[in-house]
């Protein structure tokens, strides 16, 4: 009778003997990919998980890490079981438990990572907001009347990066890294700013804007992503938030610079004041390309190209031990296995969006939320506030006064959304604040009708500042976490491609018209209609959004596996329930629209529910024939 192992004995080749090749088998072939999905280790045993563990040491050359590899990879099959897996010390235990209590202990390097983000995130936010202030200025000194022609100006960046810069994301990414691309993207708008500031004609600086897209696209699409995947997840959600409240911060910085730089002119530059606003956007770019190198690259990308010895150093800097970073080495390099299963055999990425039902409403989806975000009108806000206050009655230095308010409102509504966008949801947030921008955005309009004087002035800034109170926490940071999860992951990275894209090229249509639109509606009809896009978009959200918050790439694949016209039916059914449980005070269950627990006890649960809604009803049924 063979001998029992110690617990704390360290697996022998005696353990793997032989199983090297079966193991492999079984994770390829024997395993159904839903579980796969769920937890890419899911269904294997101890033995096989550390016979698998064996031969990726040997293969990646981290034959010095095996023990840390073994202990981390089981913690990857099941990391709630860490108290109880015998495998571990009491101080590996501790480690691990601070993880929950104290989620925000990380490493130097992860914080210095997370300000690297920041400052890539200020930089688009100061692209984006730095032309509010000075295009009164060089509307003026070059002449520029035409309304197409200033639209044509300030939107130049947002076609370029539309049409260009968000394709480029992916090859610059797969050639240069993460880091590369965000350092190619900053000096591009370090170059670009500089261009700018010393344009001496008004083709001259659309050219120099024009150039300024390419640094936008890569960059949007690229810093969420770096930042995901160097995070834990326990703050994953949390840090990859922090891009739109930091790109609200260098929005506010725009507007700041816009103040600061009004009043400055020289008798040689008469126009000094407008160059300074734009050419001030090249210091966060030059900050952000001294530090980028400085931090690890993505893990990730070290994996996909095989660099596997430079992704577990670097992981090793991003965690508190090297037993964490052994467990999301393993974790991370199981998902590829399973990402690399997924695209195999699947059509190109152009015909996928067309012709596979579950990536076509995925990039519906995410269409409306990204074409939305330009169209409830906050560019409008964000690039001519300063035009409509003096429009209003406001003098130029007031008009930039209260344009920094705007700036200030946008990145302080932004924190709550780290809350709210997993707590409350994002298709909940988009239904309660897509009609209060519409009637924030009617009551601007119709304050240009009070006649001039200082409660017009108030109450048109006070509708504006509403309008960024309420979008901050909505639409604001929903589009690009909506985005970046619809997708199926193995054309995730084309997915976030198109949504930019979406979004970039819907800001240039927006920055473009805005002057012709309010030269003909005036200011009420202009705002009355981008109001009337936001009611709009609240009904269309209702019927034909899923939700994706707090939902497994498995469960995010059933979502978008629903037909749109079940969606919108199923919803267009709960309408009387909403009534009968808000307004009647009802406690009635409702059928889910998901089944997310397939297995037949949850199909009896669900039958256990409904008998016992009928017999309730039956009840109410009796009583009320006995009262009659």
Same mark, same amino acid.
Not at 2 to 8: L, N, Q, V
Not at 351 to 378: D, H, L, N, W, Y
Not at 595 to 619: C, H, I, N, V, Y
């Given at each position: ?36 999905? $769920? ?7 101890? %033995? ?44 590996? $235990?501790?480690?691990?438990? $601070? ?5 925000? $202990? ?43 022609? %200033? ?7 947002y076609l370029c990066s539309a049409l260009i810069g968000c394709w480029t994301t992916k090859p610059l990414n797969y050639f240069f890294g993460r880091r590369g691309c965000i350092f190619i993207s900053c000096v591009i708008s370090a170059i670009a700013g500089v261009w700018m500031a010393v344009a001496n004609t008004w083709y001259n600086l659309l050219i120099a804007r024009f150039a300024l897209g390419f640094a936008v696209g890569a960059k949007s699409s690229t810093t969420p992503v770096y930042a995901a995947e160097c995070a834990p997840t326990l703050v994953r959600g949390a840090l990859t938030m922090q891009w739109q409240m930091w790109t609200a911060f260098g929005i506010m910085l725009g507007y700041i610079v816009g ?41 990730? +990308? ?274 009387? +329930? ?38 309730? %009803? ?11």
């Open positions: 009778m063979a001998a029992k192992r110690d617990p704390a004995e360290k697996v022998t080749s005696d353990d793997s003997s032989g199983a090297n090749s079966p193991v492999k088998r079984d994770f390829e072939a024997d395993i159904p990919i839903e579980d796969k999905l $769920r937890n890419p280790l899911a269904g294997l045993s101890r %033995q096989q998980v550390l016979a698998q563990v064996e031969v990726f040491a040997e293969e990646k050359g981290l034959q010095d890490e095996i023990e840390e590899l073994k202990k981390g990879a089981l913690l990857a099959q099941d990391s709630k079981r860490f108290e109880t897996m015998r495998d571990l010390t009491e101080e590996d $235990r501790v480690l691990l438990r $601070r993880e929950f209590t104290h989620r925000w $202990r990380q490493p130097f390097m992860m914080y210095f990572m997370t300000i690297l983000c920041a400052g890539s995130a200020i930089v688009q936010g100061m692209d984006q907001s730095s032309v509010n202030g000075a295009q009164g200025f060089y509307f003026e000194e070059f002449g520029i009347t035409n309304v197409w022609q %200033q639209g044509l100006l300030n939107g130049a960046p103040v600061a730089f009004q009043d400055l002119s020289t008798p040689e530059i008469p126009y000094l004041n407008w160059r300074l606003m734009l050419g001030s956007t090249s210091i966060p770019p030059l900050i952000v390309c001294t530090m980028v190198y400085l931090c690890p690259e993505s893990p990730r +990308w070290y994996m996909l190209k095989n660099k596997y010895t430079k992704a577990y150093r670097a992981l090793c800097s991003f965690r508190n031990s090297r037993l964490q970073a052994a467990r999301d080495l393993y974790h991370i390099h199981a998902s590829l296995k399973v990402e690399e299963q997924l695209r195999h055999g699947k059509p190109n990425a152009v015909k996928e969006f067309i012709t596979v039902p579950r990536t076509r409403r995925a990039a519906q989806s995410s269409f409306f939320v990204m074409f939305m975000q330009q169209f409830c009108g906050v560019n409008v806000v964000a690039y001519y506030s300063t035009e409509i206050f003096k429009e209003g009655g406001f003098s130029v230095q007031n008009a930039l006064l209260a344009s920094l308010g705007v700036g200030i409102i946008n990145w302080l509504f932004a924190l709550p959304a780290v809350y709210t966008i997993d707590t409350f949801g994002r298709r909940n947030l988009l239904l309660v604040t897509f009609p209060l921008m519409g009637c924030c955005l009617l009551f601007t309009g119709f304050c240009f009708f009070i006649d001039a004087g200082n409660v017009r002035l108030g109450l048109i800034a006070l509708g504006i500042y509403l309008f960024m109170i309420v979008y901050s926490p909505g639409e604001g940071p929903v589009p690009f976490t909506y985005s970046a999860e619809a997708f199926p992951l193995h054309i995730r990275e084309y997915g976030m491609a198109f949504a930019t894209a979406t979004t970039w090229f819907f800001n240039f249509v927006l920055a473009m018209t805005w002057p012709a639109l309010n030269a003909a509606f005036t200011p009420t009809g202009a705002f009355g209609w981008y109001a009337a896009w936001n009611f709009a978009a609240a009904v269309t959200a209702y019927f034909f959004l899923p939700e994706t918050a707090k939902r497994s790439l498995e469960e995010l694949d059933q979502i978008f596996s629903v037909r749109t016209r079940t969606h919108a039916s199923y919803y267009a059914k709960m309408i009387p +329930w909403y009534y009968r449980r808000w307004f009647l005070r009802k406690d009635e269950p409702r059928e889910p629209l998901y089944d997310f627990d397939a297995s037949d006890e949850g199909r009896e649960r669900r039958r256990s529910s409904l008998l016992s809604q009928e017999a309730r %009803q039956a009840s109410v049924i009796n009583k009320d024939s006995v009262k009659v």
